[in-house]
């Protein structure tokens, strides 16, 4: 039964489609192959237009499985949500809700589109193809870490202006659209924590912030997770 299943989930990466059979949806959440996930771990809702929906009452991790779709519609993971290390080209039915962290880093993703809306805790999207991060979550609680990719400006930074951990600051050029002169982002390259200050529509000007004041002036107080 389970090589039959996997078939199905290979079919389904193929065809870049998500199951609305509840036997193969069973089959990747509690599979030791994928999720490993207990009966009492989640559960399944029927929808309208995804036929079910997934929501998780722990975390979720199917990290470094070399697959290159998510064949799941997730709705509310209330853990991590973890997809690193695989081939990931998109990020179509991931969940909409992630109560901590969500990783899809060490992927192939060249657009955040499908991320979650709301993360409460840190986004980690680094080591993919991301040119800018247009589709980013419209809430982060954490850090924002988008190091390592090939990134071209900061347009679309996430709204909710979290701190963000990047390495490649010369490539910054724009203003991010929801900033305005003034307002500044925190950043974080290799060591050091950064104040990037709006100077003009196109200039940043970075600002070394004393490691021994990140606590004091508010700073994320844990290192990102790369």
């Known amino acids: 039964m389970s090589q039959s299943i996997l078939k199905k989930l ?5 065809n870049k489609q998500f199951s609305k059979d509840l036997q193969t949806i069973e089959f990747f959440l509690e599979s030791p192959l994928f999720c490993n996930l207990k009966k009492e771990d ?3 809702i029927e929808d309208k237009h995804f036929g079910f929906l997934v ?4 975390n979720v991790n199917f990290n470094n499985k070399g697959i290159f779709w998510i064949p799941v519609k997730f709705n509310e993971v209330h853990g991590y949500f973890n997809c690193e290390q695989n081939q990931i080209t998109s990020l179509i039915f991931a969940p909409v809700k992630v109560g901590t962290y969500f990783d899809c880093s060490h992927n192939l993703l060249k657009s955040l589109q499908y991320s979650p809306q709301i993360v409460q805790g840190d986004f980690n999207c680094a080591n993919n193809q991301l040119k800018n991060f247009k589709y980013s979550p419209d809430s982060i609680d954490g850090i924002f870490i988008a190091t390592n990719n090939p990134t071209e400006n900061l347009i679309y930074l996430p709204k909710s202006h979290p701190f963000i951990y990047l390495n490649n ?3 910054l050029k724009y203003k991010p659209e929801n900033m305005t002169k003034g307002d500044f982002l925190r950043a974080c390259d290799a060591d050091f924590w950064y104040s990037i200050h709006l100077k003009e529509k196109s200039m940043y000007e970075l600002e070394l912030i004393n490691s021994q004041l990140m ?3 508010d700073l994320p ?3 990102p997770k790369l």
Do not use: A, D, G, M
């Open 10 to 14: 290979s079919q389904l990466e193929e």
């Open 221 to 223: 107080s844990h290192k």
């Open 215 to 217: 606590i004091k002036n």
């Open 55 to 58: 929501n998780v009452f722990t």
């Open 42 to 44: 989640y559960e399944i």
């Open 169 to 171: 600051h010369h490539l």
